[in-house]
């Protein structure tokens, strides 16, 4: 590691860009390098973080995962929900989740504690962990021991964990971009809406000026703007309104949005019906209770099973699962 120590290698959430993009696409595991004391994450988790607002469907599929599984756990004092609703949060968000524990002098616990995955480092000590504090200007060290860590397995390194949405990522920007692509479309009062080209000299300049005052009255925030040519040498066709905006355009922006959306829901694994999306199609999406068990079967008990790790690393139980109400039927 120390020949990688000055090398900062990051995924970044700038440019689209291919995958199999660099040179060596092997050399994976030189973006975990060691600064001093903890190691770098493989990926931006600043950029992931500001990623769960890129598409409704995106965060909405986070929270649905996050609402059912909460909707089974029951806890006890020493983990409140509310801490166990950040720690889920934070595991399907970055791929890593912590609990910092608080012992007593007899060293029983007292109480758990879930710190923000976007700004805690694996310490280059095993079993060391620390948080930034004051941006990355400074850090705090946890004592040794005093951290569980819950992480995504990654194939290329056992550093930091992964979620499981990165392929994702870029329809989830486009889904944005489409979005804000339109709506600047409707804003913004400064576009041609269509040219009038007026031929006819019958017309005259004085008209003319009255079409265009006329034009002047329509435009504002949130309305189309127009340009007017006056031609008084023309023939056929004196006037004609000739619309800038292909209409094709409209149905290009549906498309976009569903397709990235579909690319989202696959890769969450995520039933639509169970987001509240409309179906396009006369045959609809399915029974929701099929979909919904499918879903607890195949995703939430994976989950479930994972949380109960927690159990295991402080040897007692501290979390519990209750069945789901749709599958006590």
Sequence with gaps: MNEIKNTVQSFSFGDPEPVLDRADILSYFESVVMYDKYYYPPIDFSGLARSLHSSAHHQSAINV????????????????????????????????????VTRNAFGKPIRLETPLSKYMRVGVEDGVYYQLV????????????????LMNSDINQEIYGMPDYLA???????????TLFRRKYYLNGAHAGAIIYMTDPLVGEKGSE?????????????????????????????VQVIPLSDVKAKDEFLNIKNSSRDDVLAAHRVPPQLMGIIPTNT??????????????????????????????????EVIKFEPYKLLEN
């Design 168 to 178: 994702a990522l870029q329809s989830a920007f486009l889904n944005e971009s489409a």
């Design 210 to 238: 009255k079409i265009k005052a006329q034009l002047k009255q329509a435009k504002g925030r949130g309305n189309f703007k127009n340009l007017f040519l006056y031609s008084p040498d023309g023939k056929k066709d004196g």
């Design 65 to 100: 995962k996050a609402n059912i599984l909460l909707s089974t756990c029951k806890t006890t004092a020493l983990l409140p929900s509310s801490e166990l609703d950040k720690f889920i949060k934070n595991y399907l968000i970055f791929g890593n989740a912590y609990l910092h």
């Design 283 to 316: 045959g609809g999406f399915g029974d929701v209770d099929k979909a919904a068990k499918v879903f607890f079967i195949n995703e939430i008990m994976p989950l479930q099973n994972r949380l109960k790790e927690i159990n295991d690393w402080l040897d007692q």
């Design 134 to 149: 004051n941006g990355v200007f400074d850090d705090h060290k946890f004592e040794k021991g005093a951290i569980f860590h």
